[in-house]
């Protein structure tokens, strides 16, 4: 039996799933920050319960990687101080988010969450590492749809333009 063949927890983690599993969790205290910010310039009560459920998803993330890291004797990253709530009243009509640009990097924010998810469950050798980040992977995938859905019933998204160029027969 080699290294790798016993109960996942007992096995070392990699330089990869080290540096994945570290990356991930400062971009998600990153983005519990820019979250909390954001939904300060929020005026549609659906976007801020998305992001309110965000946020959620995001600390529920924290919580087990740094649990996961520590196991490992891998020193945590910082955390950003929690960001103090405002009215949005009080913000400068031309220094507020709008709504549609905060649906917007929610989608990205998101979408990039997605990819990392993907690499590190590509990367990791621990099944148990992978396993976690496929949970988290169907979590944002979720959240994903949501986002989706509500910015198409508010008419938030920009389509790109569409191509309909079909080819004649001359021109195949």
Same mark, same amino acid.
């Given at each position: 039996?080699?290294?790798?063949?016993? !109960?996942?927890?007992?096995?070392?983690?990699?330089?990869?799933?080290?540096? #994945?599993?570290?990356? =991930?969790?400062? $971009?998600?205290?990153?983005?519990?920050?820019?979250?909390?910010?954001?939904? !300060?310039?929020?005026?549609?009560?659906?976007?801020?319960?998305?992001?309110?459920?965000?946020?959620?998803?995001?600390?529920?993330?924290?919580?087990?990687?740094?649990?996961?890291?520590?196991? !490992?004797?891998? #020193?945590?990253?910082?955390?950003?101080?929690?960001?103090?709530?405002?009215?949005?009243?009080?913000?400068?009509?031309?220094? +507020? =988010?709008?709504?549609?640009?905060?649906?917007?990097?929610?989608? $990205?924010?998101?979408? $990039?969450?997605?990819?990392?998810?993907?690499?590190?469950?590509?990367?990791?050798? +621990?099944?148990?590492?992978?396993?976690?980040?496929?949970? =988290?992977?169907?979590?944002?995938?979720?959240?994903?749809?949501?986002?989706?859905?509500?910015?198409?019933?508010?008419?938030?998204?920009?389509?790109?333009?569409?191509?309909?160029?079909?080819?004649?027969?001359?021109?195949?």
């Amino acid at each position: 039996m080699g290294i790798l063949s016993g !109960n996942p927890k007992e096995e070392p983690m990699h330089y990869g799933e080290v540096f #994945g599993a570290w990356s =991930f969790l400062t $971009a998600a205290k990153a983005m519990i920050a820019a979250y909390q910010t954001k939904i !300060n310039h929020v005026g549609d009560k659906e976007l801020k319960e998305l992001i309110e459920e965000a946020i959620k998803q995001c600390k529920q993330e924290e919580k087990e990687i740094e649990a996961l890291l520590k196991e !490992n004797g891998v #020193g945590l990253p910082p955390t950003p101080p929690d960001r103090p709530k405002a009215a949005l009243e009080e913000i400068p009509v031309g220094a +507020r =988010f709008l709504d549609q640009e905060i649906s917007a990097a929610l989608s $990205a924010s998101i979408a $990039a969450g997605l990819v990392a998810c993907s690499t590190i469950m590509g990367e990791s050798l +621990r099944e148990d590492i992978g396993m976690m980040f496929g949970q =988290f992977h169907v979590q944002k995938a979720a959240l994903g749809v949501k986002a989706l859905r509500l910015a198409k019933e508010k008419g938030w998204i920009i389509v790109p333009p569409l191509h309909n160029h079909h080819l004649t027969k001359e021109e195949k």
